[in-house]
């Protein structure tokens, strides 16, 4: 075989390969491609980037039924995502519901439509993404549930990436959307039980008074403690080992706080009124 000749069968294997890997994104794309904190989008790197992120008279939403007031934990969610672009024939995304506090999964994904969607998981993440690319013109919508995560688990921030393509089997000629929406968690729909003493925390929460605690009975090593409001608002933290000495905290003089404890897997929190 000549020098020619194995160059073209190189660069045609080259090519198959590339076209093949292209076209196979229809089923569903890479994970960690929402633009979620250390994850890129279908935009970078040799994907559909003929189109600058987010331009052109495309858009992409969210819709769901969770209250203004933020999710109560434990609940479950309708989740509607929708991304449209006129004349564009084939659309498909990819989303995860992210935790600030854990950097991972917030809460679970619940299929509504297998035979349009479905999950995969990769370092602690689970993502849902279409399962075959929505060919139609115009837009194209799915539809899942969410299930809160347990109390205290923070807010929740929805990632996700959309691609409007014009369905050529190559990456030229498409578009890509990505943006993301936060929730607080309601902090008065949950039902806290006031768990100090099995702890070995004392409280002491007294008006105009900074929140103390401390524990006298027991040394607590590596304790976190994190304060939130009513918005999901970080608004104080602490982390150390915890004995007699007494920890005080600075909150605002009125409100609805939820102070939450962290030691290893273990954690408790307690609902503040000021």
């Not at 189109?51 to 434990?74: E, M, T, V």
């Not at 309601?186 to 003493?197: E, H």
Request: glycine share 8%; hydrophobic share 35%; proline share 5%.
């Amino acid at each position: 075989m000549t020098k020619a000749k194995l160059v073209f069968f190189l660069f045609l294997a080259a090519f198959i390969g590339f076209t093949s890997q292209l076209s196979s994104y229809s089923d569903g794309p890479p994970t960690a491609r929402t633009g979620a904190p250390g994850e890129l989008t279908c935009f970078n790197g040799y994907c559909h980037n003929s189109f600058q992120l987010n331009s052109g008279p495309g858009y992409s939403r969210i819709d769901s039924d969770i209250p203004s007031a933020g999710y109560a934990p434990g609940e479950t969610y309708d989740i509607t995502l929708t991304v449209a672009h006129p004349d564009m024939k084939r659309f498909g995304f990819q989303l995860l519901p992210f935790s600030p506090l854990t950097e991972s999964l917030s809460g679970e994904i619940v299929l509504s439509s297998p035979d349009k969607t479905k999950l995969e998981e990769d370092k602690g993440r689970t993502y849902i993404m279409h399962d075959t690319a929505q060919a139609i013109m115009d837009s194209a919508s799915w539809n899942f549930q969410w299930k809160a995560p347990p109390q205290g688990s923070g807010n929740v921030v929805f990632y996700w990436a959309f691609v409007a393509s014009d369905s050529s089997e190559n990456r030229a000629g498409d578009y890509v959307y990505k943006s993301n929406q936060e929730f607080a968690e309601n902090l008065t729909a949950s039902n806290f039980q006031d768990l100090s003493a099995e702890n070995h925390l004392r409280i002491v929460n007294q008006p105009g008074q900074p929140f103390r605690f401390s524990s006298p009975d027991k040394l607590i090593r590596n304790l976190q403690v994190e304060v939130r409001d009513i918005q999901g608002r970080r608004i104080s933290t602490w982390q150390g080992d915890l004995g007699t000495q007494e920890v005080e905290l600075s909150l605002e003089t009125t409100g609805v706080y939820l102070v939450w404890f962290r030691q290893g897997q273990k954690q408790w929190g307690r609902k503040v009124l000021r």
